[in-house]
Structure formats: C-alpha cells, structure tokens
C-alpha cells in the first residue's frame, strides 16, 4: 500500500487534515470539532502532530499503523472513545473485521481477557454502526 | 506471507512448541527453562495459548500479530524483557529495524514520549546485539 | 473448600464450563453469549484457559483465587464490568460482603483511592442488585 | 497562597473535614455521603490521610497541589469521576480554566493524546456544569 | 488466623510499627529506614495508614491480604521492589510458595503473560534468598 | 514568573532546543544524543512538540508545568528514567527540594503507596548526584 500522502512541500497542518480525514473519517472530524470550545490549539497539534508528521511517515503502511494503534489503545484498557476511532479507521485503511478480531484476541495475551474482552465488545458496537461492506476496498 | 504451523490434528503443545521457535527462537527456549524450578506448568501453558492456540491462528499474518504485539508491550510500559523479545521476534517474522522504529515512534501518541523512548531504547539494545542480518530474509 | 472441578479426564472446554457456572454464575454465561457473534473462538478460549486450566487447579481454594481476582481487577482500574462480575463471583464462591470491603479498601494502599472508590461504588451497585443472603451458603 | 488550615491540635478527622469542604467542597461531600452505606470506614480514612495529613501539609499550596492531581489522575485515564471532582478543586483553589486547559494538554506528551484528549473532555463537561466566574476570586 | 494487632487503645503509629514487623519484616525496616533522610513523614504515614488502619483491621486475615497486595502488585506490573517485599510477606504470614505461584499464575488471565512472568520471576529471586522454612507448615 | 522562549518567528525546533537547555539541561542533551543513531527524527519531535510546542505555551509557568510532570511520570510508575530527568528539570526551572517530596508524597492518595515511595527514591537518586545549589536560585 502506498502512502497518499501530500510531498513535504504541503504545512504539516494541511497534511495532518488529509491523513485524518482519510484515516479517521468522520470520528476524527468529529473530535476536532468538539476541541473547538474548550482546546481549539489542542485540535491544531493533533492534526499536526499524530497526524501531520507520524501517520504521514512513509516508512510504514497505514495498515499496519492502525494495528498498532489498536492493539495499544486495547492493551492500555482506558481510552475506550479513540479505541472504537481506530477500530473504525483500521476498517477504513483496509484491515477487515476478521483481522481486527484477531489483533483484540491475541491482546489477552499480553494485557490480559478483560482487555480483550472490552476491545471486542468496542468491535462489536462498532462494527453494529457501520453497514458490513466487508473492508472490500481497501482504502485509502 | 502463509502460516507455517501444523494441522490441527497436532496437539497444542507441540504447535506451540513450533510456534514459539519460528517467533522468538532462542529467547522463547530462555523463558521457557527459567520457568522450570519454580512454575513449569506456567511454561505448558505459555506454550498452549499464546502460542499454540493465538499466534498458531490462521486470519492474521505472523508479521502483523508482532506488529500488534510490540505496540502493545511499548504502550503499556512495564514489560521490558518481554517488549525486548518481542523486538527481536518482530525481526524473526520479517519487520525491518526500520518499521519497527516506525511503531515505537506512533506510541509517542499514543502512551506518550517516555513510552516511546524507552521502547526505542530497548530496540537500540536488541538491534546491538544482533547482526543485522534479520531484515533481509523475511523469516520464518 | 475442596476444589469441585472434575478429573483430568474431562476435556479443557467441558471443565471450564463447569468451572465457569460456579463461580461466575449466571454473569459469566452472559459473556460467553455476547461473544457469539463477534469472536466465538474466544469464548472457548476463556471458558478453556482461564476457567479450564487456571481456575480448575487444585493448589489454591476459589475463595482465595477470587480475593486475588477481585485486587487486580480494582487495582488495574480499566475493567469494571469484569471486576462487577468477580465481586458476584465473590459472593457466589464464599466471600462476605465485608470481606469484599476489606479487599477494596486495601487497594487505596496499592492503587490509590480513586480505584478503592471506585471499587467500593462498583461493589454497591453488585450488592444493591443481589439479594442480601450475605453469602450464607458458601459455594460451591 | 497561605494554607488556610487548623493547627495540628485539631485532629486529623477534623482537620481533613474542612480542607476536603475548602478543595471539593460539594463534590467531596457527595463521595463521602456515597461511602456511608457500604465503606462507612473509608470515608473516614479519606478525610483523614488524603485531606487530614497531606492535602493539610504547609510544604506546598493548594494551586500546585491540584495541579499534580489534575495531572496525575489525567494521566493515569482510570479514575473519570475523580478527575472531574478534581478539576472542580483546581477551580476552587485558583487555577484558572485556561491553566486546567494547559496541564491537561500537557499530558499528552506524558500519557499521549487520548489521554490529553479525555481528560480535555471532561473539563468541557465541569465547566459547562459551573458558573464561568473564571475563577476570578482564588479560593481559599 | 487471628488478628496479632493491638487493642485501639495503641496508637496508629505504634500499630503500625507491629504491623509492619509482623508482616514485612526485615524488608520493612529497610523500606523505613530508607525514608529517614529523604521523607520521614512519610514513614510515619506508611507506618499509620497501610499497616496502623487497614492490615489491622479485623474484618479480613493476614493470608487473604497479602494474597490481595501480591495480586495488585503482580498485575499492575509496575512495583517491582514492592511485589518482592510483598511475596516474602505473604511467606510470612502463612502463603507456601506453591500457593503464591498459583497467584502469580492466575494474574496472566487479568493483566496478561508478561505480567505473570515478571511475577513469577520476583518470586523466583525471593525464593532463592530466603531458606525455605516458611513453607513448611502450610497455614491456615 | 515570566516565560522566557523566544518569540512565535523563530522556529518550533529552535524554540524547542531553547526550551528543552532551560528545563532539562544535560539530561535532555543526553536523550537527544542517544537517538541520533535509532530514531533521530523522533529527537525532532520531542524537541518540536513537547518542548516547541507545549512547554513554550505562555498560558502555564514552568514551575506548574514541572509539578504537573513530575506527577504524572511517578503515578504512572513506568517511566523511571523520565522521571529523574524531571526531577532534575524541577529543580531547575525553581523546584525546591522540599516541595518536590510533597509532591511525590501526594502520589500515594492517587496511585498508590509503591507509586510515591519509586518517587521518592528516585528523588534521593537525583538529589544526591546534584549539588544542592539548585533551590536557592530559580530557573530560568
């Protein structure tokens, strides 16, 4: 999977909107809107940050990111909104429902069942929302 | 890449057995003899689940479960041993150094700097002590 | 307490489903059938692994194993339906009321007050459901 | 900031009443009004060794003691309705809104951004729930 | 077991002073001896809250408390020094070692394998220092 | 006391060097130095965001955003490295000694006993390295 993202000429700003929104999707516009009256800088540096300069990194595929991501956020067990983000984004950036599955099983081994456990039923709730394409397409 | 495990006929123990040699190889045979005075039924059981039952599954790729698992281990912050076994078995199924800098990088995110740095840490040491030889023949 | 759990002989998946009714009782059924359609391979791992194998060993009394259960699961603090599930277990293994107080009162001195709270208000809720036999039938 | 507390003739019981009434204040007596039925003990041991000797302790004034809890029970993501209460201190002893706002976006370089992110959340709920006097008459 | 502790008419500190020595032993002096040039008060509440009010408290045995601290501290993974003092106090208020192992064992159900490892391996190290006398009558 | 980063013109890696020689001294040199041959551009980073960015903010003194460090890395308990270098940072942006202690000593409310005494012996660790000059003169 290449990475699309923009050449380093583009502000790590602009390239951090572009990776959300083609990880994260709505979610990920959703939580920028909600810093608006409370933190709106602390929407700027996640853009630019998390965004602009590590998932913009072209040294490793957006998928295998989010397999990271969600393996981290379940292991940890206390981050259960950005869990069911990036178990949405692991769908958009092409990982399938099975795949995802097995990332939160395999984390009773290392964090635990009810790590597991509350990573599945997150899964769960998630994948209830989103019409069952399958992950046919990879994307972005 | 396929999964080189047996056919479920094997017992659990013996899939976990050839599991955990593809994956940790000789760092696995090390946890399991320090197990043997004081929990050697610990050690069966390390043998059976995780690597009998978890890794031995066929729906996700040996390079993305330690993708999974390094993140995990990082993230969480309090398994040095086990993330630095986790570092070389990452090289053993065909991570690159490369990549798996790339994770420990995304964990700033996600469990904060210090996560990161110590995971980095820890890679710098495994990356020390091995020819650089992993990289290029994706094993196993 | 002698450990109810039936002879080897019996196959992992048969004993801890039997491990798993008597101590989580009608709780642990519930879990297992909310997995059924999301990863039913993993109830059969935690019916085997944690009811099966660690539950249905005979060196230390349920009593005991859930006084350990119910401290991690306060102390961690990141699984509260799993630690709402022990507390019953507790109850439904020979724990008292009191006793269960005890427990997560002595967690504030390893994990904080905030997890001693919210292990005590986790605790009201259990016993604000269950009728208050104050556990004067130690099971199993 | 002077330490408005009693001399240590008072007792611990009592000394913590008041410093839990001057910090909490509503909040602190809705925890331990919640306690009465189940831990009637730990409610007293949380006005004596939390309030009655540390938060009572003339080494540090109250503003910077909030913001180590502030950050402390942010970082740690496990302790939401503490969190809350204590953002609700932090206003009580002088912190601004925009200092909170601060700390709790400094957490995601230590905890990462979830963290950074749930804690800010749960200041947006507290401050939606209080009077913006700003807290332009530092308290106590 | 019945409770050692003194009457109420002793003061905390001194409760705890017999607490500590009860439980902890030698590794408890160390721990207070330790303080002295850099927090003694803080001794002075360690001595007070964990051992002068909560292990004295009737309403729970030495043995199901340590069983309790030992869990937490295995499964939160992050108190090394602690979880070793603690497994030597479990010796010594009556845990064999087999049933300690059982403990440790059961926490990779709850906090994952690392977690148990790590635990097993403090108990390993304890082990080997003390001579094996606290194991041989099997209490209660 | 005043902010003394430089003015939004410059750079965010040269406000972050600024800021990262004020605070962390030496030891922030170090952990730079050590990257530069596993991951120099996450020294970019740190030096970008938690120090260009976030400790270069006007809306927080030093001193605040050091206690708020401080506490977070000892009630998370993982982190031991960083730990010390804040403690050290700390000291030099006006710290003293004494105020430190109290606030690890707090930590035992939020994250445990074990949390604040790993604290305080990191504490005597870096105290007794430095030369006690650091508390009289404030820094920056």
């Given at each position: 999977m290449t990475q699309p993202f923009p050449a380093p000429a583009t502000s790590r700003l602009e390239r951090g909107r572009q990776a959300l929104a083609a990880i994260d999707g709505e979610a990920g516009h959703r939580v920028v809107a909600a810093l608006a009256d409370i933190a709106p800088d602390f929407a700027t540096y996640l853009l630019e940050f998390p965004f602009g300069d590590i998932y913009s990194?072209?040294?490793?595929d957006l998928r295998s990111r989010e397999i990271a991501t969600i393996a981290a956020l379940a292991a940890m067990g206390n981050a259960a909104p950005q869990l069911k983000v990036h178990i949405e984004a692991g769908l958009n950036v092409g990982l399938t429902r099975a795949e995802i599955v097995e990332i939160l099983m395999q984390m009773a081994v290392y964090a635990g069942f009810p790590a597991a456990l509350n990573g599945l039923f997150a899964a769960k709730d998630v994948f209830a929302r989103a019409p069952d394409t399958a992950s046919p397409t990879p994307a972005p």
């Open positions: 990194r072209p040294g490793l």
